[in-house]
Nanobody, 127 residues
């Protein structure tokens, strides 16, 4: 069983930065690929970023590439999402997810590839 707890969301202005954190329980966190997804009101959940278990491979949605950075600290069982140059269209609930099954050197970009999810943290960007 893996529990994920996100933090770091909030209300910011366009152009500001935020760093989201996702703390994971469990001794095998370092074996899991991790991802961040988001869901805006009235929209489907969408992929934001993912990182392989080693941290060597990262993946980003085109809409956030160059602005967001995903990273992980396996010693702290934590994955981060640094969000810079935020835009109003980044407003959403952001979810952390863990893939405890695949055990590959890559990380998935589809929600169906992840089997554990956090409760989400709200990010609101005002114009």
């Amino acid at each position: 069983q893996v529990q994920l707890v996100e933090s770091g969301g909030g209300l910011v202005q366009a152009g500001d930065s935020l760093r989201l954190s996702c703390a994971a329980s469990g001794r095998t966190f370092s074996n899991y690929a991790m991802g961040w997804f988001r869901q805006a009101p009235g929209k489907e959940r969408e992929f934001v970023a993912a990182i392989s278990w080693s941290g060597r491979r990262t993946y980003y949605a085109n809409s956030v590439k160059g602005r967001f950075t995903i990273s992980r600290d396996n010693a702290k069982n934590t994955v981060y999402l640094q969000m810079n140059s935020l835009k109003p269209e980044d407003t959403a609930v952001y979810y952390c997810a863990a893939d405890s099954v695949s055990r590959t050197i890559t990380a998935g970009t589809r929600a169906a590839q992840y089997d554990y999810w956090g409760q989400g943290t709200q990010v609101t960007v005002s114009s």
